[in-house]
């Protein structure tokens, strides 16, 4: 249903074909979001845990940076790895139980736990997917219903990932370890993280493949339109 030079395609500032000492918009996401982590670095609820949680913006930056040169995301896919991350270091300066956020809803509607994170994980799905499907779009031969379901599944087995990665670190860091994992006396957390990381993927990509499929038929009654006048000016033209 799409190919790949639907994302290199330069059309306006999206485009993954701009060079990068012109793509300004990359240039103002890149200082945007350093801006802003120093600025979350200062004074941060709980330093471990920053420390901690800070491994994902930093470790993202680093592999973008060294690949960046054998593959190149579209501004559009970059723009929202931004989103996220700006996200993402927000709870991490105040840590996920104790985001100012979690800290309206508790005041407000006598919230027991801290719903920040699941609010995250349900994001990391919506979000993930799409510069997930354009790096496989890209690389392989992939199109139709799998462009969709595949970005889908493996965004799905990084949320799973991330879960093995927390439990690892309560492990390791014992305590401050705990509170990052963060279940908050529920355990079923991990698996309600997961839940909401592929439905925040299938809607997504369901979104798009709606959004695309609706663009594909409106393109394609234009052309019809077009060729319809076309066949009428010709037959007017025989008839005189």
């Excluded at 190919?3 to 290199?8: L, R």
């Excluded at 985001?99 to 509607?109: G, I, M, Q, S």
């Excluded at 462009?147 to 799905?156: D, G, H, N, R, T």
């Excluded at 439990?167 to 698996?191: I, N, P, R, T």
Aim: positive net charge; charged residues 20%.
């Amino acid at each position: 249903m799409s190919g790949s030079n639907d994302f290199v395609r330069s059309e306006g500032w999206t485009g993954a074909g701009i060079p990068f000492a012109r793509n300004f918009p990359l240039h103002a996401m890149i200082v945007a979001f350093l801006l802003y982590w120093i600025y979350t670095a200062i004074h941060p609820t709980d330093r471990i845990q920053w420390a901690m949680e800070s491994l994902l913006p930093v470790g993202t930056l680093v592999a973008l940076g060294m690949t960046y040169r054998k593959f190149r995301f579209s501004n559009r896919s970059y723009f929202w790895m931004f989103v996220f991350l700006c996200v993402h270091t927000f709870a991490a300066h105040y840590t996920y139980q104790g985001t100012p956020v979690d800290a309206w809803l508790k005041a407000a509607y006598h919230t027991k736990r801290s719903y920040f994170d699941r609010v995250v994980h349900l994001l990391f799905g919506l979000i993930w997917t799409y510069p997930c499907r354009e790096l496989l779009v890209r690389t392989s031969s992939l199109r139709g219903f799998w462009s969709y379901a595949l970005p889908a599944a493996v965004v799905f087995g990084m949320s799973s990932l991330f879960e093995i990665v927390e439990m690892v670190a309560a492990l390791v860091a014992k305590q401050s370890g705990e509170q990052y994992v963060g279940l908050q006396g529920d355990v079923f957390d991990s698996q309600k993280d997961m839940s909401l990381g592929l439905a925040g993927a299938v809607v997504s990509m369901g979104a798009l493949a709606w959004l695309r499929n609706r663009a594909g038929r409106e393109e394609r009654a234009g052309w019809n339109g077009t060729n319809a006048r076309a066949e009428r000016f010709v037959g007017k033209r025989k008839a005189r």
